[in-house]
């Protein structure tokens, strides 16, 4: 019996040990399908949470140019106004130049209008001053012209009488005196012309 009990619990031990490792085969390929079916939903929720990261992704993207380009249309808004400004001022700047100019342009006129008069009313007597001087010359020149004819005629009557050589020494003087007196008066108006 011993060896036939033996042999059944060899049996019995193999077939626990087949149950066994039939048992632990299951498992092992039920355990394999869990987790190749585990990959495969981790690799969706893998490919889902991608998918949602890449929405969220492209929508703070969207964002970002939304804010981007509010904050570009502010500042062209800015600038533009900052330049509108900045015309208005070199506009009334202009303005004000050019008022300016004009009124220093009108005060040169004005002074130049005035410089002119004067220069004008110089030119005036001038003229008037150099007419009279010329009036003066002409008269002079008259004069000195008869006292030179009145030179010549008591010359001419000295000389007659110094021929008749009657005349007294009183006489003879009195003629050289005032042959020497209208000689000085031809030359002191030929001097003063």
């Not at 500042?75 to 015309?87: D, P, R």
Request: aromatic share 4%.
């Amino acid at each position: 019996l011993v060896p036939k009990q033996k042999a059944n619990r060899d049996e019995r031990e193999k077939e626990k040990e087949d149950k066994n490792e039939g048992f632990l085969h299951d498992i092992r390929e039920e355990t394999e399908k869990k987790i190749d079916a585990l990959k495969i939903q981790h690799l969706i929720e893998l490919e889902k949470v991608k998918d949602t990261f890449d929405v969220k992704l492209l929508e703070e993207k969207e964002k970002i140019m939304k804010d981007l380009e509010k904050v570009t249309t502010n500042t062209k808004n800015k600038a533009n106004e900052k330049i509108a400004q900045l015309n208005k001022q070199i506009v009334l700047e202009r303005g004000e130049m050019f008022a300016e100019q004009q009124k220093e342009g009108k005060h040169l006129e004005e002074e130049f209008r005035l410089k002119e008069d004067r220069l004008n009313k110089s030119l005036i007597q001038i003229e008037e001053r150099e007419q009279a001087w010329e009036d003066d010359r002409a008269d002079v020149l008259r004069e000195v012209q008869r006292l030179k004819s009145e030179a010549t005629q008591m010359v001419t009557i000295l000389a007659m009488e110094y021929e008749e050589e009657n005349l007294s020494e009183d006489k003879k003087r009195t003629l050289s005196q005032e042959v020497y007196s209208l000689q000085l008066v031809v030359e002191m108006r030929t001097g003063e012309v």
